[in-house]
Protein backbone atom coordinates (compact mmCIF):
# COMPACT_ATOMS: atom_id res chain seq x y z
CA UNK A 1 0.00 0.00 0.00
CA UNK A 2 1.37 3.17 -1.06
CA UNK A 3 2.53 5.13 2.09
CA UNK A 4 3.96 8.74 3.19
CA UNK A 5 7.17 8.50 4.27
CA UNK A 6 9.03 10.96 6.42
CA UNK A 7 12.79 11.26 6.99
CA UNK A 8 14.48 12.06 10.01
CA UNK A 9 12.05 10.03 12.74
CA UNK A 10 14.26 12.49 15.15
CA UNK A 11 16.29 15.63 15.30
CA UNK A 12 18.03 17.04 18.18
CA UNK A 13 19.13 20.41 17.23
CA UNK A 14 20.50 23.66 19.22
CA UNK A 15 18.33 26.29 19.15
CA UNK A 16 19.32 29.06 15.79
CA UNK A 17 20.48 26.49 13.86
CA UNK A 18 18.25 25.46 10.49
CA UNK A 19 16.61 22.38 10.04
CA UNK A 20 14.77 20.39 7.04
CA UNK A 21 12.23 18.22 7.42
CA UNK A 22 11.65 15.70 4.56
CA UNK A 23 8.60 13.93 3.17
CA UNK A 24 7.96 11.73 0.11
CA UNK A 25 4.46 11.84 -0.95
CA UNK A 26 1.99 9.22 -2.74
CA UNK A 27 3.17 9.16 -5.79
CA UNK A 28 0.37 10.42 -7.71
CA UNK A 29 -0.67 13.03 -5.28
CA UNK A 30 -1.28 16.56 -6.31
CA UNK A 31 -1.28 18.27 -2.93
CA UNK A 32 0.69 18.19 0.09
CA UNK A 33 0.54 19.52 3.69
CA UNK A 34 2.52 19.74 7.11
CA UNK A 35 0.70 19.47 10.11
CA UNK A 36 2.68 19.70 13.71
CA UNK A 37 1.98 18.83 17.55
CA UNK A 38 3.52 20.27 20.14
CA UNK A 39 3.80 17.70 23.23
CA UNK A 40 0.49 17.66 24.23
CA UNK A 41 -1.46 19.59 22.53
CA UNK A 42 -3.49 19.63 19.01
CA UNK A 43 -2.46 18.77 15.73
CA UNK A 44 -2.42 21.89 14.00
CA UNK A 45 -2.58 22.89 10.07
CA UNK A 46 0.76 24.26 8.95
CA UNK A 47 0.83 24.85 5.70
CA UNK A 48 -0.76 23.22 2.43
CA UNK A 49 1.03 23.36 -1.21
CA UNK A 50 -0.33 22.77 -4.45
CA UNK A 51 1.06 23.41 -8.25
CA UNK A 52 4.67 24.67 -6.82
CA UNK A 53 3.38 27.09 -4.66
CA UNK A 54 1.59 27.74 -1.09
CA UNK A 55 -2.47 27.38 -1.21
CA UNK A 56 -2.52 28.37 2.23
CA UNK A 57 -0.89 28.81 5.90
CA UNK A 58 -1.81 29.59 9.54
CA UNK A 59 -0.42 32.31 11.43
CA UNK A 60 2.00 29.78 12.90
CA UNK A 61 3.79 29.53 9.27
CA UNK A 62 5.16 32.98 9.71
CA UNK A 63 8.87 34.04 7.70
CA UNK A 64 11.10 31.33 9.88
CA UNK A 65 9.32 28.75 8.07
CA UNK A 66 9.64 27.71 4.18
CA UNK A 67 8.12 25.01 2.16
CA UNK A 68 9.53 23.08 -1.53
CA UNK A 69 9.18 20.45 -3.71
CA UNK A 70 13.27 20.41 -5.21
CA UNK A 71 12.80 17.27 -7.43
CA UNK A 72 9.27 16.35 -7.72
CA UNK A 73 9.55 13.57 -5.24
CA UNK A 74 10.28 15.44 -2.04
CA UNK A 75 8.47 17.77 -0.30
CA UNK A 76 10.43 19.72 2.38
CA UNK A 77 9.86 22.36 5.41
CA UNK A 78 12.59 24.62 6.25
CA UNK A 79 12.83 25.74 9.44
CA UNK A 80 15.57 28.77 9.12
CA UNK A 81 16.35 29.56 12.47
CA UNK A 82 15.11 27.41 15.16
CA UNK A 83 13.41 28.07 18.50
CA UNK A 84 12.51 25.97 21.64
CA UNK A 85 9.16 26.16 21.15
CA UNK A 86 9.21 24.19 17.72
CA UNK A 87 10.05 21.35 19.43
CA UNK A 88 6.71 19.33 17.82
CA UNK A 89 6.29 16.36 15.54
CA UNK A 90 6.08 17.44 12.27
CA UNK A 91 3.75 15.07 10.18
CA UNK A 92 3.58 15.69 6.37
CA UNK A 93 0.08 14.82 4.30
CA UNK A 94 -0.51 14.59 0.72
CA UNK A 95 -3.89 13.87 -1.04
CA UNK A 96 -4.86 13.32 -4.46
CA UNK A 97 -7.61 16.24 -4.13
CA UNK A 98 -8.66 18.47 -2.56
CA UNK A 99 -11.64 16.76 -1.41
CA UNK A 100 -11.79 17.28 2.35
CA UNK A 101 -10.46 14.65 4.49
CA UNK A 102 -8.81 12.49 2.31
CA UNK A 103 -5.48 12.74 3.79
CA UNK A 104 -2.60 10.76 3.80
CA UNK A 105 -0.36 11.33 7.02
CA UNK A 106 3.49 10.28 7.44
CA UNK A 107 4.41 8.84 10.52
CA UNK A 108 5.88 12.61 11.42
CA UNK A 109 9.63 13.75 12.54
CA UNK A 110 9.87 14.50 16.17
CA UNK A 111 12.06 17.98 16.34
CA UNK A 112 13.64 18.27 19.39
CA UNK A 113 15.38 21.69 19.50
CA UNK A 114 17.46 22.55 22.70
CA UNK B 1 -13.71 29.51 13.12
CA UNK B 2 -14.43 25.97 13.97
CA UNK B 3 -13.25 23.62 16.75
CA UNK B 4 -13.38 20.15 17.98
CA UNK B 5 -13.55 19.10 21.74
CA UNK B 6 -12.41 15.57 23.04
CA UNK B 7 -13.50 15.29 26.54
CA UNK B 8 -11.71 12.33 27.68
CA UNK B 9 -8.00 12.31 28.01
CA UNK B 10 -7.71 8.82 28.72
CA UNK B 11 -10.08 5.75 28.63
CA UNK B 12 -9.23 2.58 29.66
CA UNK B 13 -10.93 -0.20 28.77
CA UNK B 14 -11.26 -4.18 29.45
CA UNK B 15 -10.55 -6.54 26.11
CA UNK B 16 -13.87 -7.76 24.59
CA UNK B 17 -15.60 -4.66 26.22
CA UNK B 18 -17.09 -1.77 24.16
CA UNK B 19 -15.63 1.77 23.42
CA UNK B 20 -16.60 4.77 22.66
CA UNK B 21 -14.98 7.88 22.39
CA UNK B 22 -16.90 11.96 22.72
CA UNK B 23 -16.15 14.13 20.10
CA UNK B 24 -18.06 17.77 20.12
CA UNK B 25 -17.34 20.13 17.47
CA UNK B 26 -18.19 24.21 16.94
CA UNK B 27 -18.83 24.82 12.89
CA UNK B 28 -21.03 27.02 11.15
CA UNK B 29 -21.79 25.00 8.17
CA UNK B 30 -22.65 21.61 7.64
CA UNK B 31 -18.84 19.65 9.10
CA UNK B 32 -16.98 17.09 7.20
CA UNK B 33 -15.67 15.42 10.20
CA UNK B 34 -13.17 12.66 10.97
CA UNK B 35 -11.67 10.24 13.16
CA UNK B 36 -7.81 9.01 13.11
CA UNK B 37 -5.79 7.38 14.67
CA UNK B 38 -2.51 7.20 15.78
CA UNK B 39 -1.00 3.73 17.22
CA UNK B 40 2.29 4.37 19.17
CA UNK B 41 5.27 4.69 16.49
CA UNK B 42 3.00 5.20 13.37
CA UNK B 43 1.27 8.04 11.29
CA UNK B 44 -2.44 9.04 11.58
CA UNK B 45 -4.88 6.44 9.40
CA UNK B 46 -8.17 7.73 8.87
CA UNK B 47 -10.76 5.46 10.19
CA UNK B 48 -14.10 6.97 8.95
CA UNK B 49 -15.56 10.43 7.72
CA UNK B 50 -19.00 12.28 7.45
CA UNK B 51 -19.41 14.35 4.86
CA UNK B 52 -23.06 13.76 4.57
CA UNK B 53 -25.93 11.30 4.34
CA UNK B 54 -26.37 8.30 6.24
CA UNK B 55 -25.46 9.73 9.76
CA UNK B 56 -24.24 6.51 10.61
CA UNK B 57 -20.81 5.74 9.77
CA UNK B 58 -19.36 2.76 9.22
CA UNK B 59 -15.20 2.87 9.36
CA UNK B 60 -12.05 0.74 9.06
CA UNK B 61 -11.36 -1.67 12.30
CA UNK B 62 -14.84 -2.39 13.12
CA UNK B 63 -15.12 1.45 13.95
CA UNK B 64 -18.61 3.26 13.42
CA UNK B 65 -19.68 6.79 13.94
CA UNK B 66 -22.92 8.85 14.42
CA UNK B 67 -23.06 12.36 13.63
CA UNK B 68 -25.86 14.18 15.38
CA UNK B 69 -26.62 17.63 14.48
CA UNK B 70 -28.23 18.74 17.65
CA UNK B 71 -25.85 17.67 19.98
CA UNK B 72 -22.74 18.98 17.99
CA UNK B 73 -21.52 15.19 18.50
CA UNK B 74 -19.33 12.53 15.92
CA UNK B 75 -18.73 10.32 18.51
CA UNK B 76 -16.72 7.05 18.14
CA UNK B 77 -17.97 3.42 18.76
CA UNK B 78 -16.69 -0.27 19.07
CA UNK B 79 -18.28 -2.98 19.98
CA UNK B 80 -15.88 -5.26 20.96
CA UNK B 81 -12.53 -4.10 21.83
CA UNK B 82 -9.25 -5.64 21.01
CA UNK B 83 -6.08 -5.19 22.14
CA UNK B 84 -4.48 -3.86 19.27
CA UNK B 85 -7.19 -1.00 18.97
CA UNK B 86 -4.69 0.45 22.01
CA UNK B 87 -3.79 3.84 20.34
CA UNK B 88 -4.74 7.66 20.68
CA UNK B 89 -7.85 8.82 18.75
CA UNK B 90 -7.80 11.92 16.98
CA UNK B 91 -11.80 13.67 16.09
CA UNK B 92 -11.06 16.53 13.10
CA UNK B 93 -13.64 19.21 11.28
CA UNK B 94 -12.63 20.10 8.11
CA UNK B 95 -13.37 23.38 6.62
CA UNK B 96 -14.93 22.57 2.66
CA UNK B 97 -13.63 25.86 1.33
CA UNK B 98 -10.17 25.49 2.71
CA UNK B 99 -9.78 22.11 1.64
CA UNK B 100 -7.95 19.47 3.67
CA UNK B 101 -7.20 22.47 6.51
CA UNK B 102 -8.26 19.90 9.57
CA UNK B 103 -8.90 21.37 12.71
CA UNK B 104 -8.11 18.40 15.20
CA UNK B 105 -9.34 17.72 19.25
CA UNK B 106 -6.86 17.13 21.61
CA UNK B 107 -6.95 13.29 21.38
CA UNK B 108 -7.97 10.68 23.26
CA UNK B 109 -5.98 7.87 24.50
CA UNK B 110 -7.52 4.61 25.18
CA UNK B 111 -5.66 1.82 27.04
CA UNK B 112 -7.04 -1.69 26.56
CA UNK B 113 -6.67 -3.93 29.35
CA UNK B 114 -6.25 -7.98 28.79
Known amino acids: EPEVTQTPSHQVTQMGQEVILRCVPI?????FYWYRQILGQKVEFLVS????????KSEIFDDQFSVERPDGSNFTLKIRSTKLEDSAMYFC????????????FGEGSRLTVL | AQSVTQPDIHITVSEGASLELRCNYS??????LFWYVQSPGQGLQLLLK??????LVQGIKGFEAEFKRSQSSFNLRKPSVHWSDAAEYFC????????????FGGGTRVLVKP
Open chain 1, 93 to 104: ASSETTQVGELF
Open chain 1, 27 to 31: SNHLY
Open chain 1, 49 to 56: FYNNEISE
Open chain 2, 27 to 32: YGATPY
Open chain 2, 50 to 55: YFSGDT
Open chain 2, 92 to 103: AVGAGAAGNKLT
